[in-house]
């Protein structure tokens, strides 16, 4: 049976969710957990990435002085693996780090990076990108035919994951929405990041759920682009064809020194991207979808409208 991790705190934007799922409150006081351990381990990685070559080694080479495999290394360097303390130790001991302050903030790290987060209690297949998204300073993402997972109600939601295959059963459908609230409390959080998302307009056409689900859908958009850290612009559909026309993408930019991310979403699966090319391309493309959107006040006018015409129909419209 369907166990509720029910953390306190949920009834924010409840007028537009059922009754099922709870919501966090404005005034809230349960946060989740800002230090992520997915960070935390992509942090180090960088820092023992750079010892490594600052002592001109491989990887091979270190890993063959460690007397370890070079993918445990690759992955500790990655930040996809679990690097522990006697690791740490050995890594220090071949890069000549003597200073006391160095090697416990990298024990620190390790440390950090094998705690438990509140999203691993619900076996996400996303689980790394919410890890990343939890403590990202700025999120840039395009979404080319659905609402963003963090502007998403439960009834929306519930309805895409209906809608999926293979269908997920009952239970894991409604911890899937659990998860997907959670995440969305970082944009209310004490020091939020900075929001930007272009949806484009096939995300107001796509009925997901019927016409009310869809009305309390872009009711909460329009809650949610008010707040001082989120933009909201939609890409209409006369610019006609734009360079992320086949791709949904979201560009994480996280704390020096750990690098920025942009996950790529597709059906056959998702792709991590932290390139420095890959990561200035991506921010190129998302400064031109900005640009040939629609104003932040002009997207909110075309949502009023769909919220109107799924409300009341044509007439409500015709009216405004």
């Given amino acids: 049976m369907y166990q509720r991790h029910d953390p306190e705190g949920w009834d924010h934007w ?14 809230a006081t349960f946060v989740p957990e800002v ?11 960088a820092l023992l990435r750079k010892l490594r070559t600052d002592n001109g080694l491989t990887v091979e080479q270190a890993a063959e002085r460690l007397l370890v495999s070079p993918s445990k290394l690759s992955r500790m360097e990655t930040g996809q693996g679990v690097t522990s303390a006697r690791d740490i130790r050995d890594l220090c001991t071949l890069y000549g780090i003597t200073d006391e302050a160095q090697r416990d903030h990298l024990m620190k790290l390790a440390a950090e990076g094998r705690r438990r987060a509140w999203w691993q209690s619900y076996e996400l297949g996303y689980a790394t990108y919410v890890g990343l998204e939890s403590e990202a300073m700025a999120i840039s993402a395009f979404q080319s035919s659905v609402v963003h997972g963090l502007l998403q109600t439960a009834e929306y ?15 894991q459908i409604e911890l899937q929405i659990e998860a997907k609230l959670t995440r969305q409390r970082i944009l209310t959080r004490e020091d939020p990041p900075k929001f930007s998302v272009v949806l484009d307009e096939a995300a107001l056409h796509r009925i997901v759920g019927g016409r009310l689900v869809m009305a309390a859908q872009l009711a909460k958009i329009l809650d949610v682009a008010a707040l001082p850290n989120v933009s909201v612009r939609i890409l209409a559909y006369g610019v006609g064809a734009h360079p992320a026309l086949e791709s949904n993408f979201t560009i994480l ?6 690098p920025g991310v942009v996950f790529v979403e597709g059906l056959i699966g998702s792709t991590y991207l932290d390139r420095d090319e890959d990561l200035v391309r991506y921010q190129i493309i998302f400064r031109k979808l900005e640009s040939i959107a629609l104003s932040p006040q002009g997207s909110q006018e ?6 109107r015409y799924y409300e009341g129909g044509l007439e409500a419209v015709r009216k405004a």
Avoid: H
């Fill in 14 to 27: 409840s007028r537009v969710m059922s009754n099922s799922v709870k919501f966090l409150r404005k005034d």
């Fill in 35 to 45: 230090r992520s351990p997915t960070v935390r381990r992509r942090e180090l990685g």
């Fill in 157 to 171: 939601a519930r309805a895409l994951d209906k809608g999926t295959l293979p269908l997920p059963g009952p239970d």
């Fill in 253 to 258: 930019g996280l704390p020096d020194p750990t």
């Fill in 302 to 307: 075309l949502i009023g409208k769909f919220l």
